[in-house]
């Protein structure tokens, strides 16, 4: 049970990139946030139905909701919404790379704020873990001479740390708020807490498009069979990466959750026949050091 969380993670990074290969069809065709609505629309029936399925196979109930669980739920909810908005904006200023690589800065900023928010554990062999794979992925993203760019325009880049920290208070929400549930088991608190923060972003992310962008949001029920597959795959992916944060920190997933890069480069390779340089390479060599060093620590 102890390292449970490490196939559950793994999973769940080969879900999500199955899910954003699906969905890279719908943003061309429902734009940005009417792709994004979709994550959240469509899956939103298939985490309850997880639920429900948990419910019935192991005889349980719904966990109760404490009030620090919902505060720590929505923190969740609302911090992944405003670092997706940050990330694409920043993407607007900046590359798709530099964008990418203050991303994957994340871990390091979980294990932070889950040690000052949640007290959670934080020893030098883990933050040496957690540097060595991000470094492996920036070697994989950043092309030579763009490191000195993420330096370089305050603004853009304060954006892209920025997105990085809200998904890293994204994390830390889930995580807090699953640790909240007074009982139940790992997997019916994370699923639960999992439909509940898919019913609050279907409903605030809904209410935007339809005030803000009503053809995103019917475009998206028009597109049923594709925002179907993305939906189911997304929620799979996020009920692997709760299922994590129930077992072990927050820091732990989302460090092991950088071979999703990995991942990534798989299916360029299989799907479109895009060949991995030597600098991918080699990001993917220290990546995979560092995430060794981490099961070790």
């Known amino acids: 049970m102890d390292h449970l969380w490490i196939p559950v993670t793994l999973a769940a990074a080969l879900a999500q990139t199955g899910r954003n290969a699906t969905q890279r069809g719908l943003t061309e065709r429902l734009g940005t946030l009417g792709a994004t609505n979709v994550r959240f629309l469509f899956g939103l029936p298939f985490a309850c139905a997880f639920l ?3 419910l019935w196979l192991t005889n349980a109930t719904i966990p109760t909701l404490t009030p620090r669980a919902l505060i720590f739920t929505a923190l969740g909810a609302a911090a992944q919404i405003a670092a997706t908005a940050l990330m ?19 871990p390091v900023l979980v294990a932070l704020i889950g040690w000052a928010v949640l007290g959670e554990a934080l020893t030098l062999p883990m933050l040496a873990a957690i540097a060595v794979a991000v470094g ?32 890293g208070l994204s994390a830390i929400g889930f995580r807090g708020a699953i640790t909240a ?5 790992f997997l019916i608190r994370a699923l639960t807490i999992l439909a509940l923060t898919l019913a609050l972003q279907t409903l605030a992310l809904g209410l935007w498009l ?9 475009g998206s029920l028009r597109a049923f069979a594709p925002s179907l597959a993305a ?13 994590g944060f129930a077992l072990t920190t927050a ?14 480069l798989l299916v360029a390779r299989l799907a479109f026949g895009q060949r991995a340089s030597p600098r991918q390479l080699a990001g993917i060599g220290i990546l995979l050091l560092g995430v060794v060093l981490l099961l070790r620590a």
Do not use: C, H
């Open 251 to 264: 820091a732990n997933v989302r460090t092991l959750a950088l071979v999703e890069v990995i991942f990534a």
């Open 231 to 243: 939906g189911f795959l997304g929620a799979l992916a996020s009920a692997g990466w709760f299922t």
């Open 88 to 106: 694409l904006q920043a993407m607007r200023n900046q590359g798709f790379g530099l964008v990418t690589a203050w991303l994957k800065v994340e």
């Open 52 to 54: 429900v399925l948990a």
């Open 136 to 167: 492996g992925v920036l070697v994989m993203t950043l092309k030579p001479g763009q490191g000195r760019s993420m330096l370089s325009g305050l603004a853009p880049s304060a954006l892209g740390l920025a997105a990085g920290l809200a998904f």
């Open 181 to 185: 549930l007074p009982e139940g088991s």
């Open 210 to 218: 339809a005030v803000r962008d009503r053809p995103a949001l019917t």
